[in-house]
T-cell receptor, first 112, second 114 residues
Framework: LAKTTQPISMDSYEGQEVNITCSHNNIATNDYITWYQQFPSQGPRFIIQ???TKVTNEVASLFIPADRKSSTLSLPRVSLSDTAVYYC?????????????FGTGTRLAVRP | KAGVTQTPRYLIKTRGQQVTLSCSPI?????VSWYQQTPGQGLQFLFE???????NKGNFPGRFSGRQFSNSRSEMNVSTLELGDSALYLC?????????????FGPGTRLTVT
């Protein structure tokens, strides 16, 4: 399973665009990149998933360069309710016991 | 449709006791995974069940076990509880195995071991 590295924390203000980058140098050919969001005292919630190039949904965009060794989650015009921990996951090998390693995530604080 | 439900939501146990946590997945989901979340270690994968069979297991001691029933409901058991087992235990269900399937998490069971 590819190990991921994310910033521990980030600060932003309401209305700004936030970009959180995740490094995954050992990503395998079949691996997908998935991002989850977690609010305090709740379970994580799926945000977006991609394999290459760019993926966009109603919540966020995911940018993946050609070498796939990193990915960037982009949150447009954040609000206070986007304050949460964001996790980047990489992998899809069902035989791996660590296939769903969330890591420590990035704690995003949005200020008024 | 109804989300993932976990019972109980809060639990206080004493060292040496054992505990059983329950998870009911979203209707139609056949995969159930369990996670342990602590402030120091973050969110760690315990195991995954699919069609009543354990498919994956994380790096946890044998005191942590689980099972899945024919209706996809799952239970997790921790025997001989230790103080370090105090954590939020999360259950997630999905249609199938692998990260390509979106995981839906329950609210968790907060276990405190004294």
């Amino acid at each position: 399973l590819a190990k991921t590295t994310q910033p521990i924390s980030m600060d932003s203000y309401e209305g700004q665009e936030v970009n959180i980058t995740c490094s995954h140098n050992n990503i395998a050919t079949n691996d997908y990149i998935t991002w989850y969001q977690q609010f305090p005292s709740q379970g994580p919630r799926f945000i977006i998933q991609g394999y290459k190039t760019k993926v966009t949904n109603e919540v966020a965009s995911l940018f993946i360069p050609a070498d796939r060794k990193s990915s960037t989650l982009s949150l447009p015009r954040v609000s206070l309710s986007d304050t949460a921990v964001y996790y980047c996951l990489v992998g899809d090998d069902p035989s791996s016991g660590d296939k769903l390693t969330f890591g420590t995530g990035t704690r995003l604080a949005v200020r008024p | 449709k109804a989300g993932v439900t976990q019972t109980p939501r809060y639990l206080i146990k004493t060292r040496g006791q054992q505990v059983t946590l329950s998870c009911s997945p979203i209707s139609g989901h056949r995969s159930v995974s369990w996670y342990q979340q602590t402030p120091g270690q973050g969110l760690q994968f315990l195991f995954e069940y699919f069609s009543e069979t354990q498919r994956n297991k994380g790096n946890f001691p044998g005191r942590f076990s689980g099972r899945q029933f024919s209706n996809s409901r799952s239970e997790m058991n921790v025997s001989t509880l230790e103080l370090g087992d105090s954590a939020l235990y999360l259950c997630a269900s999905s249609l199938g195995q692998g990260l390509t399937y979106e995981q839906y998490f329950g609210p968790g069971t907060r276990l405190t071991v004294t």
